[in-house]
């Protein structure tokens, strides 16, 4: 098709659409196959080169039990490079026969296991155990598919017409789903099944199309949805007259029509020039019925601003004489005013001297009156506090006479202690004591000018009376020389 009949719009929708394909298409990369950590990775044999010698005794046996492991970790790696390849994040853990295959909760997954005609697992995020010689397992991913349309439809008037639509479906019952479809594709499961309803919606919209105009594609799509609607849910869920009653165990969520673009670039202009050319009909109708309006609204503007200028020049006379009588009478007025004006201001001024010279004598005689009642108050006040200065000496003075007796009776009973105390003694302690002081007493008597010797025979030292004579005796020695 050359560029001058090549549909602009048509290029526009299909390179939306292509955009549209590249988002929503997953875009996973493939996981590197995981390595045991400390494994020690056996080197590839070369090209050409000489088999190994096999191992003979306990080489062999080494050489066995080596080639055992290496093909149990073979296929522990492997099960799980497959399932990193499968579209779904499917992790399996373990050695061995003792394996567990952990599911996403958005996944859907079969287990199988051979000599078993059921399924040990089906269902939605469901882990099991897993021995990969006897067992085996298919995850697909549980999410919503959309599926976009481009079907080239040729419609009732043999003109090429391309429909854009889409098609949102779910996995409605895995049991029979994965019985009846097939989800093998390593790197995208649910690549053939798009496929498959891709091309039986492509066929229903051709179908409905080739039986309609291209005004009824145009401007009615519900025709086209609801049959492809019937169509897809036929064939998908069994529901309808053309279905098995089973279906496929998917359901289908939605299906719209986005787009419906004329193939031809003539043809497409060739059905836009009527309306283009009503309405360009229409645009010049009203094109002219406004200048004629302009004109008319133009006419009648002059003419109303002509008798509006004369009715104003009238109505300025009038108004030009009637505002110099008003301006004569508002000057009689306003001296009339002001001379009345002047009058009262006079009196008010006098009032006002009048009203002011009272309220300085009354200002005044409030003065004098608070000065007395301060006057008063302060006198008052002396006087109070006089009597309190008076009261707080008394009583003061009262406190000093009533300590000083207190104190003076405190003497008295510390004197009439001491004498009790000194009545109670007994002449033994009244002894010890004298005997104690005795030293203090010799240390404090004058050198004797001349010695006498007294006898004290006749007295018993050993009592009070005996011990208080003789000392008695010796100060009267004494008192001579002193």
């Not at 405190?410 to 001491?418: K, P």
């Not at 009070?464 to 020695?477: H, N």
Request: proline share 5%.
């Amino acid at each position: 098709m050359s560029d001058g009949n090549r549909n602009t719009y048509l290029d526009q929708v299909m390179a939306q659409q292509e955009q549209l394909e590249s988002d929503l298409r997953s875009k996973r990369a493939t996981a590197p196959a995981p390595q045991m950590a400390g494994a020690v990775p056996m080197p590839a044999p070369l090209p050409g080169a000489a088999p190994m010698p096999k191992a003979v005794g306990p080489a062999r046996s080494a050489a066995a039990a080596g080639a055992r492991r290496s093909r149990s970790l073979q296929e522990h790696f492997g099960a799980e490079q497959d399932a990193a390849h499968n579209g779904v994040e499917v992790r399996i853990t373990g050695v061995g026969r003792w394996k567990t295959v952990l599911v996403p909760p958005n996944a859907f997954v079969v287990h199988t296991r051979r000599g078993k005609a059921e399924p040990l697992h089906v269902g939605l995020g469901v882990s099991f155990r897993y021995n990969p010689q006897t067992d085996a397992f298919l995850a697909v991913p549980g999410a919503m598919q959309t599926i976009l349309l481009n079907a080239f439809c040729i419609c009732r008037e043999l003109q090429g017409v391309l429909v854009q639509a889409y098609v949102q479906w779910i996995i409605h019952d895995f049991s029979t789903a994965y019985r009846k479809l097939d989800f093998s594709d390593p790197a995208e499961p649910m690549r053939l099944v798009n496929l498959q309803l891709k091309e039986q919606a492509e066929a229903a919209i051709k179908d409905k199309v080739a039986t309609m105009s291209v005004h009824e594609v145009l401007s009615d799509r519900q025709p086209i949805i609801e049959e492809l609607t019937a169509r897809l849910r036929a064939v998908a869920e069994g529901e309808g007259a053309g279905g098995s009653g089973e279906g496929l165990g998917l359901r289908i969520v939605t299906v719209q029509i986005k787009e419906a673009v004329v193939s031809s670039a003539r043809l497409w202009e060739n059905l836009q020039k009527p309306f283009r050319a009503e309405q360009g009909r229409l645009a010049a109708l009203a094109e002219l019925a406004a200048d004629g309006a302009v004109t008319e609204s133009r006419m009648a503007e002059t003419r109303r601003q002509e008798t509006r200028r004369l009715a104003d020049e009238r109505d300025l006379a009038e108004l030009r004489s009637r505002n110099e009588a008003a301006a004569f009478d508002r000057e009689a007025a306003e001296q009339a005013r002001r001379e009345q004006q002047a009058q009262e201001n006079q009196r008010e001024a006098a009032e006002a001297r009048n009203q002011t010279h009272l309220h300085a004598l009354n200002l005044e005689r409030e003065r004098h009156e608070q000065e007395g009642e301060m006057a008063r108050l302060r006198i008052g006040q002396e006087q109070e506090l006089g009597r309190l200065r008076l009261e707080a000496e008394l009583a003061a003075a009262r406190a000093r006479v009533q300590a000083d007796h207190e104190r003076a009776m405190l003497e008295l009973e510390r004197e009439q202690i001491r004498a009790e105390i000194g009545n109670a003694r007994s002449a033994a302690s009244l002894q010890a004591e004298l005997i104690g002081a005795l030293p203090q007493i010799a240390e404090r008597l004058p050198a004797p000018a001349e010695y006498k010797a007294v006898n004290l025979g006749g007295h018993d030292s050993a009592s009070l009376a005996g011990l208080v004579a003789q000392l008695t005796a010796v100060v009267q020695a004494l008192k001579p020389g002193l």
